[in-house]
Structure formats: C-alpha cells, structure tokens
C-alpha cells in the first residue's frame, strides 16, 4: 500500500534564505507527484506537476524533484518570503489505482521576517 | 478564468439535518472528488466520479451521499448519518480521472459546523 510521508511537519526560517522541503513515497509505480500549497481556511493551489519520466519542474522560485527509484521528491524555494507562509502537500499518483492520489500529511511553513 | 467553485463557504447544521454542499467546475474535466480536511489528519477521499451518472465510494463514505447528473456538478449530502460532520470539505477534478497523467484542481472548501 502506498504511503506518503513529509518530514519535518513544521518548519520556520528567517527570510531570504533557500530551503528545501521533503516527500517520500513507498511504491514507485507512479503516474506523477503533485505539489500544493494551502493558506489557514482555504483551498489547495497547484504549485508543480511531476510526471514519472520528468526529473525536474520549475516555476518561478520554486523547484520540484523527483526520485522514483529512491521513492523521494524535494521541493526548493529560493529566497523566501513571509508570503511564502503556507502549508505545503505533496500527493502522489499510484499508477495501480490512477483514480486515487494520496497525500503526504504536510509540512507547515514559516517565514520569519 | 476556468476553475471550481464551492458554495457555501461556511455551513452550519442542525443535529439530525442533512445539507447539501455544491461544487461547480468549468474546465470540461471529466472526474470530479469529494475531501475531508480534519486538523492533523490531512486529507480523505469521500466519493469520486469519473464520469456522468456513475461515481464510486471512497475511504469514508458513510453518512454521504453524492449525484453527478452533469458534467459540471458534483453536489455532496452530508446525511444525518454522518455522526461527525464538523470538517473542511474539498472539491477537486481532473481532467482524465483514471487515464493519463494529469494533475488535480481543487475549489476554496465549504467549512462545516454543526450547531
């Protein structure tokens, strides 16, 4: 059965500095690996998709990994900011059952200004 | 700008009320899902439909109950049964469902309290 872990579950750095946030995952059969931010009270917003052939995806500051055979993915963010504030998910996409994505439990981010 | 809208926003129910959560999409996705965010326990699928007039339970289906009549809509009941209620309730759909690659869209959640 596949599980997603995210460790550390909350995490507080000063401004300005690049950090790395982690995912593992125990299966590697795969589709993709999802990453999401979600703000107190609201919704999730897609930051970077994954697909199992893909290595790397870039958007803006944020960089995501990913590491099938080691069954890893990194999410950086370079040169953060208080807005960066959130709590960040990532779900993985088993490809033995495509119509479920299961999620990490989240690790909670604070930027200190 | 496509996207999922959730309404209400906040719900308050009665004991013994059932109340109905909607969930709208424009972005011609085919499978549309039901979450339930609970502090510290992160997100469990309730029901999911992958296309109109079919849909399928998923972990924590007792005391829900869905329809899919359209493309667009995926409306979830919380019934009386549901002895729990009190949660944040998302919405999300994706394009394929079961086939390719694709990745999720979620709406902003209902917020349920029961009174």
């Known amino acids: 059965k596949q599980e997603v872990t995210q460790i550390p579950a909350a995490l507080s750095v000063p401004e300005g500095e690049n950090l790395v946030l982690n995912c593992s995952f125990t299966?590697?059969?795969?589709?993709?690996l999802q990453w999401f931010r979600q703000d107190p009270g609201k919704g999730l917003t897609s930051l970077l998709l994954?697909?199992?052939?893909?290595r790397e995806q870039t958007s803006g500051r944020l960089n995501a990994s990913l590491d099938k055979s080691s069954g890893r993915s990194t999410l950086y963010i370079a040169a953060s900011q208080p807005g960066d504030s959130a709590t960040y998910l990532c779900?993985?996409?088993?490809?033995?059952?495509?119509?479920?994505?299961?999620f990490g439990s989240g690790t909670r981010l604070s930027i200190r200004p | 700008d496509g996207g999922i809208t959730q309404s209400p926003k906040y719900l308050f129910r009665k004991e013994g009320q059932n109340v109905t959560l909607s969930c709208e999409q424009n972005?011609?996705?085919?499978?549309m899902y039901w979450y339930r965010q609970d502090p510290g326990q992160g997100l469990r699928l309730i029901y999911y439909?992958?296309?109109?007039?079919?849909?399928q339970k998923g972990d924590i289906a007792e005391g829900y109950s869905v329809s899919r009549e359209k493309k667009e809509s995926f409306p979830l009941t919380v019934t009386s049964a549901q002895k729990n209620p009190t949660a944040f309730y998302l919405c999300?759909?994706?394009?394929?469902?079961?086939?390719?690659?694709?990745?999720?869209?979620f709406g902003s959640g209902t917020r349920l309290t029961v009174v």
């Open positions: 779900a993985v996409r088993p490809s033995s059952s495509a119509s479920k994505i299961i």
């Open positions: 299966d590697s059969a795969i589709y993709n």
């Open positions: 994954i697909q199992s052939s893909q």
């Open positions: 972005l011609n996705h085919d499978a």
């Open positions: 439909s992958q296309i109109v007039n079919d849909f």
């Open positions: 999300a759909s994706n394009e394929r469902g079961t086939y390719g690659g694709d990745g999720y869209t």
